[in-house]
């Protein structure tokens, strides 16, 4: 992945860290490092910066 790429991800954000606001979100973000892998059957290293962040509903269905 090329360096400032966007990205989304999705996060669960434990209630011992979040407290209240404890569950799952999503996120976006850019690309900040990446490291090839060592081997054919490795994978990359990729380091993201979180630019926004937003609580998802509880109920799955709604993801």
Known sequence: MKLDTSIEMVLML??????ETAGTAMCSGRIIRAVAPVSLDGRPALAATILEC??????????
């Open 54 to 63: 937003d609580t998802v509903p509880r109920d799955p269905r709604r993801i």
């Open 14 to 19: 434990p209630i011992e860290i979040a407290g």
